[in-house]
């Protein structure tokens, strides 16, 4: 999860805020409240529910990476009914390694999540943590700065535990000797091709040939049936009109928003933290203050607070309420780039340094857009719901759209002809081909109801013309039903003849001598491996899926991704000798075998773990 975290946040867009409520990565408690708008509990790990949001998160976290992984991959194939049961067991699988790695006593502390967080590149801007991203990121994607904490704990003490399960797996001289044997084995074959465009273009499909399977199969070549619809979109983009938006409009849009809102002042502050009772550490540091030493310096040198140690001890603004009470009274009084007495907390001894002073305020230019989009929607609201009414009113029992968008200023438009697989433009979509090819609209003739499209438009659309199914003609589906039979005849005549060659090389003939015979390409090959570089890696990879011959040879065929047929005598098998083979490739196998081990050993951890839970779903 925190990697999907991380992956998610790198392409995140900062918004345009009015007030910035400033989060801070050591408080320790939520600073903002967001409410899951899906409730309802989908699965039970022990006393902790997995919720619908807790689901629906998974699977987008789960879309992303797929996509990032596979940007050519059309997301639409990423339905969420298909990726629902992985994302709801994973996060069944996850909690029950979180109760058990809470129950071993696992926990991490404050100052290794937050520096986790700090090194997150989503929530940085020029190599720098961000503020304002880390509030955006955590809101986009449904977290309180507590739960994304705890969520941070849960990844990093399950990943403790699956490090400590993987450290106790170990791998035997004996299992890389096995492995080896299979890995590294060697085998000699001979093999033949019959390509399959030498027998292609033997073949010639005759005029009585295709009239007879046109004869015969008649219904596999109707039209489909197909209709032209004439039809009226509205859409908020076609009433957009900024020009309607003055500029006193905005400016009194933002004058009103900035006179009812309040902007907090906010200190950004460092620290140099001890964390256990020392004075005289204490005196030192302020010696070393007193001498003009950089308080950056002493921060690297003496802070025990790693999370803010690597950046100069900065805790980020506040607005006076983040902080234990004495110390935002110190922050309160210092000036910039003053530095507090010694402050004493539950968390240890601060020496504390005011860096920055803000005040959150709006800036018309940096609002004017915002705003303006706001009171165009606006506008365009008001209009765009007395237009539809409008258009549901003047569509209603109409003889004609064409009357109906003159009326109402907007225009109608036609399709092509389209079946009820759908078409181009509008009739790509299914609700739109579904109501065209419905009664009342296909045999009643009836302009539809107003339809709600996915995107924010409406259409109302009436038959323009119908074309029945119609028996295509010989000519038209000639080119097809030729290569429709040279395919059939090509793949008769394909293994007509390797099962052939096959029974003359099981009797006893050698590959090389049937391939003379046949006047076709052989090969002999010796003391091959499994990854090759100078043999075809396709039949290679065939001929070892084979089984190992006894006595006699193992003789069988394939065909290739080309549609070629590949005849194949298998004559020897040598297993992998584990004394004769690179360190490297030793190495390899060792890693191999390691990785096998370490997954039994966690796979055998989690059934274990998941047997003494109490799991419904």
């Keep these: 999860m925190l990697d999907s975290f991380r992956s998610n946040m790198k392409g995140v867009a900062l918004a345009i805020t009015i007030l910035i409520a400033v989060v801070f990565i050591l408080s320790g408690t939520g600073t903002m409240f967001l409410t899951n708008s899906i409730d309802g509990a989908v699965a039970e790990v022990g006393e902790v529910e997995i919720s619908e949001f807790d689901v629906l998160r998974s699977i987008s976290n789960q879309k992303q990476q797929i996509l990032e ?15 629902r049961p992985s994302a709801l067991e994973r996060l069944i699988r996850r909690e029950v390694l979180v109760q058990t790695a809470t ?26 943590f961000d503020q304002d991203r880390y509030k955006f990121a955590l809101q986009n994607q449904g977290y309180t700065h507590a739960s994304f904490k705890q969520m941070l704990n849960n990844d990093l003490i399950v ?32 093999y033949l091709t019959i390509p399959s465009d030498q027998t292609r273009s033997s073949i010639t499909i005759s005029e009585d040939d295709i009239e007879t399977f046109y ?42 928003e900035r006179d009812s809102l309040e902007f907090a002042e906010s200190r950004r502050v460092s620290h140099i933290l001890i964390t256990e009772s020392n004075p005289a550490l204490i005196k030192e540091i302020q010696e070393k203050l007193e001498l003009s030493i950089p308080f950056e310096d002493l921060v690297t040198e003496y802070s025990e607070d790693f999370g803010s140690a690597s950046i100069g001890g900065d805790l980020g603004f506040t607005s006076g309420d983040t902080f234990p009470e004495n110390f935002e ?46 009171l165009s929607g606006e506008l365009i609201s008001d209009v765009f719901i007395e237009k539809l009414e409008i258009l549901k009113e003047l569509s209603f029992n109409a003889q004609s759209l064409n009357e109906v968008a003159e009326d109402m200023e907007l225009e ?56 029945d199914a119609q028996q295509k003609g010989v000519a038209d589906v000639k080119d097809d039903i030729s290569v429709q039979l040279t395919d059939s005849r090509l793949e008769e005549l394909m293994i007509e003849r390797s099962n052939r060659l096959l029974e003359l090389v099981k009797a006893g003939e050698t590959i090389e001598a049937v391939a003379k015979q046949e006047d076709l390409d052989w090969q002999v090959v010796l003391s091959a491996g499994r990854r090759v570089t100078d043999q075809n890696p396709e039949i290679n990879s065939e001929v070892f899926r084979m089984k190992n011959p ?68």
């Design 550 to 617: 006894d006595s006699t040879p193992v003789i069988d065929f394939f065909v290739t991704q080309s549609g070629d047929y590949v005849l194949v005598s298998l004559t020897s098998v040598v297993a992998g000798d584990y004394k004769l083979i690179d360190d490297s490739i030793k190495s390899g196998i060792a890693s191999a075998n390691l990785s096998i081990n370490q997954n039994l050993e966690l796979l055998s951890f989690e059934d274990a773990s998941r047997s003494k839970l109490a799991i419904a779903q």
């Design 329 to 374: 009274d110190a922050v309160k009084v210092l000036e910039i780039d003053q530095i507090s007495d010694p402050i004493l907390t539950e968390a240890g001894t601060h020496l504390i340094k005011l860096t920055d002073i803000q005040r959150n305020d709006l800036v018309f230019e940096d609002e004017r857009d915002r705003i303006l989009q706001e």
């Design 412 to 467: 109608m438009k036609t399709t092509d002809f389209f079946a009820r697989s759908g078409g181009n433009g509008i009739a790509s979509n299914g609700q739109v081909v579904d109501i065209a090819f419905s009664d009342d609209v296909l045999n009643n003739g009836y302009a539809s109801e107003v339809i709600e499209l996915e995107t924010d438009s409406y259409v109302v659309l009436k038959l323009n013309e119908f074309a």
């Design 103 to 128: 129950k071993k006593g696992l926990r991490m502390s404050d100052s290794s999540i937050n520096g986790e967080i700090l090194a997150i590149d989503g929530f940085q801007t020029d190599g720098k």
């Design 69 to 83: 992984q596979n940007p050519e991959i059309d997301s639409s194939l990423l339905d969420d009914d298909f990726l």
């Design 159 to 190: 990943q403790q535990l699956i490090s400590g399960i993987s450290d106790t797996a170990f791998v035997t001289e004996f299992e890389d000797r096995a492995l080896s044997r299979v890995s590294e084995q060697k085998r000699d074959y001979y």
């Design 215 to 256: 004869g015969n199969n008649l219904s596999n070549f109707v039209t489909e049936p197909m209709v032209k619809i004439d039809y009226i979109e509205l859409s908020p983009e076609l009433l957009a009109d900024k020009d309607s938006v003055t500029d006193d409009m905005i400016r009194q849009r933002f004058e009103m």
